[in-house]
């Protein structure tokens, strides 16, 4: 059996980068950039003002304070796309708002708050704002800058700078459509529940989690349905992922006697790379090619389906959605309780954890850990990492936990 990392690894290398395409900007967001991106225009096109106020020549306003205020004529207001008619000049000062043109020979920019806000004289009241507030020419883009690289994940900032550019649509790479596939003579759809009900099925649920799974990395789902345990049924089912870009099944790859997923890939002419990991949950775990697309055969437990899919499936659909970054950050917890593995096995477990204010980071297990207990699932915003050298973790102890969301170690308090 492979561990955790060679699957990993011998997986990541036979997964390719979609191919480009053109969007619209806003039809981009979530998506990775593919090409060069260089500035035509400068940003700020002009030196202009960062506050609503005053712009005077600095050594007009030297010494100005409540007791001894400097009062000049204002000879113009600029506001926010209007341009100065002249030059400014010693003795003068212009309203100005913010955003607006700076005038020729300004040098500073008084907010209006150390004013008494005249409109035809002003007193200057405070010179604490000399030679400030002002956003220069060019000084975030310069024409010609490449603004952005390929591999940046395209987020609010991103197509902020690209509009500021010019750049109404962008070359990015595709979204994979990601077959997903279940198989099992017990298995259901929801809309035969009533069986279920009965005691006589099961609801498919990796249907439903590996599809929202799989749309959270960036994919595209294509349901194939739950394929029957008969090889050749099971076959016509494979054949429905034609056009797909990725196959994922779930369940019939380990050894019993109706697991066929194995074989019937074989005789499609898929070529076969492992299939066994050495994990848990999740050591059944298939990985081929057929064709040119990629299968990764994940165990039918649902909580062993889902382990899976994040350790291995969503770093492969990052890949192909070209991202640079493809794992979570892991991060460093300590446990709150005793946590002991039977099996010398590196183990997965599902875990809470918690950020306690103080830069620590607690974690502690949902509950019972049996691969079938999929609520144990829906509590976890972690996998805490136990190695199989660790038969006894006591609390206190120091362990990696992998986040399952974004805000897994978020904090209900604002801390700097």
Not at 29 to 43: C, H, M, R, S
Not at 233 to 258: K, N, P
Not at 341 to 370: V, W, Y
Not at 371 to 398: C, H, Y
Request: charge should be negative; proline fraction near 6%; hydrophobic fraction near 45%.
């Amino acid at each position: 059996m492979l561990s955790v990392v060679e699957a990993s690894e011998r997986i990541l290398a036979d997964i390719p980068r979609m191919s480009v395409e053109r969007r619209p900007l806003l039809e981009a967001l979530g998506q990775v950039l593919a090409e060069t991106i260089t500035a035509p225009n400068t940003i700020p096109p002009w030196t202009n003002s960062a506050m609503d106020g005053y712009a005077v020549i600095g050594s007009d306003i030297l010494g100005a304070s409540v007791a001894s205020p400097v009062r000049l004529p204002v000879v113009e207001t600029i506001a926010a796309g209007a341009f100065p008619s002249r030059a400014l000049r010693a003795g003068e000062t212009m309203r100005i708002m913010t955003g607006a043109p700076l005038p020729e020979g300004a040098d500073t920019v008084i907010r209006v708050e150390d004013t008494d806000g005249g409109t035809n004289a002003v007193q200057i009241r405070d010179a604490r704002d000399l030679r400030k507030n002002l956003r220069h020419r060019g000084e975030d883009i310069s024409a010609g800058d490449v603004v952005l690289e390929p591999g940046m994940p395209l987020a609010a900032a991103q197509l902020g700078v690209l509009a500021s550019v010019g750049a109404a649509e962008v070359g990015v790479y595709g979204r994979p459509r990601i077959g997903i596939l279940g198989s099992g003579d017990e298995l259901v759809d929801l809309d035969r529940f009533d069986e279920v009900v009965s005691g006589d099925k099961i609801v498919s649920s990796n249907s439903y989690t590996l599809h929202a799974l799989v749309q959270n990395a960036g994919g595209i789902p294509v349901p194939l349905g739950i394929a029957p345990d008969e090889p050749g049924v099971l076959g016509d089912y494979i054949r429905r992922s034609a056009g797909c870009d990725m196959l994922i099944t779930s369940a019939g790859i380990s050894v019993g006697e109706f697991d066929h997923t194995r074989a019937v890939l074989t005789s499609l002419g898929a070529e076969m790379k492992f299939w066994k990991v050495r994990m848990r949950p999740g050591a059944p775990l298939g990985f081929g090619v057929l064709g040119r697309m990629p299968w990764i055969g994940l165990p039918g437990n649902p909580v062993s389906a889902m382990v899976t899919f994040e350790l291995f499936v969503r770093p492969a659909i990052r890949k192909m959605l070209g991202y640079a970054n493809l794992f979570r950050q892991s991060v460093k917890v300590e446990l709150t309780e005793d946590v002991t593995i039977g099996a010398k096995l590196m183990h997965f477990l599902r875990a809470i954890i918690s950020a306690e204010g103080n830069g620590r980071i607690t974690a502690r297990l949902t509950g019972p850990q049996g691969s079938g207990i999929l609520t144990s699932m829906s509590l976890a915003n972690a996998l805490l990492v136990v190695p199989e050298d660790r038969q006894l973790s006591p609390a206190g102890s120091w362990l990696t936990a992998i986040p399952l969301t974004d805000d897994a170690a978020a904090s209900a308090r604002f801390e700097l």
